[in-house]
């Protein structure tokens, strides 16, 4: 029942925000209204069509740069896959998540609760120095504390919970989901980066999707920042890379081309970070996944070998790449360092002040890096509780690496994601949460397999675990 009702309140909640945006959003309210109906008539099959929404927002996540008149079809298609699971199956349909999720959650709640009933001082919210992408000076809140703090809450509990229950859900419907999902992020996230890459030689085909105008050279692929693509292609550059290793045909040849995707979208992004990022997270998946484990001295030789000869030989190449990575090639950097100096000393600032649990959570969109914000928006509170969330993520997939090569694709995003955290500032975005979903769907399915003597790795695997209830 409790299910029940906080999927109810998540539809109302994103009727009321439809209906509040003006003739774009009643006509998308409208158009989810006529969804229903078509289902409810055509008799269709909730549970398959949860799992194909559970598909769909996996490979979508990625894009937070697309809207749909005032929401993410991402976003939206997490919560139409809980329906649909649950109308198709009441009793059966998910499972509670680890206790690494649950305290995650909890805790982001407390967190909103706190800072409601005892808001930071109004004074020194009013003096703080707020910076927008831009570097321009900008509110320093979003609307009142109150609805800001459980706006961001709400989407913080949908990334860290309702994602992964989500996933598992559609992991019980059909077993083979677990891959499809992996398949899924991985390929949404390489053709935004392919996207990227053929901007940054001249088309416009990102800004067809999201009609936001590039950052300077910087392409954006379909998020809404250069640093949104470079976090979601380094990901995807995990899953890009465990399905080259795959025995599937298909398989291959799509992680090829998410691959060159992955890579081409982080370079066309211009995000440090990002670049160094991406380099690690291969360098892990070559030394974790066991196909490649025993050749990493000879990978890791043929890359040194192909970078000393583009030294060597074309030197204006490797010119190129670190000036448009910004990593040198006289590039000038210094604005945007300002202004991660700037907010980052805001966030230390912001955590000095209310170290216990931060000053709210309507700031954590402002610091320059995931750990500021974590410290500043929810104190040690929400630190601690997203450093444990993202242990037990990482002992959970390692436990499960040397049985299933996702594990090992998983456990290199989990891992890289640590890294991330220093140079982005992606907290609140449910892209960033998917590996531990997916891997929660993994060891979650795979628990129920053995348990019925079936194979323990439900990404190998096809037919279904649990026959698909219908909602006739």
Same mark, same amino acid.
């Given at each position: ?6 999927? !109810?309140?998540? #539809? ?24 229903? &109906?078509?289902? &409810?008539? !055509? ?34 298609? &997490? ?16 499972? =509670? ?13 407390? #967190?909103?609760?706190? *800072? ?28 009142? !504390? ?13 990334? #860290? ?6 996933? #598992? ?70 899953? @890009? ?70 030294? @060597? ?29 700037? &907010? ?83 907290? =609140? ?19 129920? *397999? ?23």
């Amino acid at each position: 029942m409790l299910a029940v009702a906080l999927l !109810l309140a998540a #539809v109302l909640a994103l009727e009321t925000l439809g209906l509040n945006s003006g003739t774009t959003g009643t006509v998308l309210v409208a158009i989810l209204a006529a969804i229903a &109906v078509t289902v &409810v008539a !055509l008799r269709i099959d909730l549970a398959r069509a949860g799992l194909a929404a559970a598909v769909a927002a996996a490979f979508t996540l990625t894009w937070n740069g697309w809207y749909v008149g005032p929401l993410r079809p991402g976003d939206v298609l &997490v919560l139409l896959s809980l329906l649909c699971l649950l109308l198709a199956n009441p009793n059966g349909a998910f499972r =509670t998540p680890p206790w690494w999720v649950k305290q995650l959650a909890v805790l982001v709640l407390v #967190v909103a609760a706190v *800072n409601i009933y005892f808001p930071p001082d109004p004074l020194y919210l009013a003096n703080r120095v707020v910076l927008n992408a831009t570097g321009q000076i900008s509110q320093s809140t979003k609307g009142s !504390l109150v609805s800001a703090n459980l706006g961001v809450a709400f989407k913080f509990v949908v990334a #860290v919970a309702a994602l992964p229950m989500a996933f #598992v859900g559609a992991a019980r419907v059909d077993r083979r989901a677990v891959r499809w999902l992996a398949v899924s992020f991985g390929a949404g996230a390489g053709l935004s980066g392919l996207v990227a890459t053929a901007d940054h030689f001249g088309t416009d085909l990102g800004r067809l999707v999201t009609h936001v105008p590039n950052v300077a050279s910087r392409q954006l692929g379909f998020s809404d920042h250069p640093n949104f693509l470079a976090a979601g292609a380094t990901l995807g550059a995990a899953f @890009a890379f465990w399905m080259l290793l795959s025995d599937v045909r298909w398989e291959r040849l799509l992680g090829v081309a998410s691959l060159l995707g992955c890579v081409g979208g982080v370079y066309a992004s211009g995000s440090r970070g990002g670049a160094v990022c991406v380099v690690a997270v291969l360098a892990l998946s070559v030394v974790i996944q066991k196909r490649t484990r025993g050749h990493t001295p000879t990978i890791a030789l043929a890359g040194l070998f192909a970078a000393g000869v583009v030294v @060597a030989f074309v030197p204006s190449l490797g010119a190129t790449i670190l000036r448009v990575t910004r990593l040198a090639g006289g590039v000038a950097t210094e604005g945007s360092d300002s202004v991660r100096a700037i &907010v980052g000393a805001q966030g230390v600032r912001d955590f000095y002040h209310s170290p216990i649990h931060g000053i709210g959570l309507q700031v954590s969109f402002d610091a320059s890096q995931v750990y500021l914000q974590e410290l500043a928006s929810g104190g040690l509170i929400l630190f601690t509780a997203m450093s444990l969330y993202m242990l037990g993520a990482i002992l959970t997939a390692a436990r499960r690496m040397h049985t299933s090569p996702l594990a090992g694709a998983l456990l290199a995003a989990l891992l890289i994601t640590l890294a991330l955290n220093v140079f982005e500032a992606d907290l =609140t975005d449910r892209f960033y949460y998917v590996p531990a979903a997916i891997l929660i769907a993994l060891v979650q399915v795979g628990d129920q *397999n053995r348990a019925d003597g079936g194979p323990a790795d439900p990404a190998t695997t096809t037919g279904e675990l649990l026959p698909a209830r219908s909602s006739r």
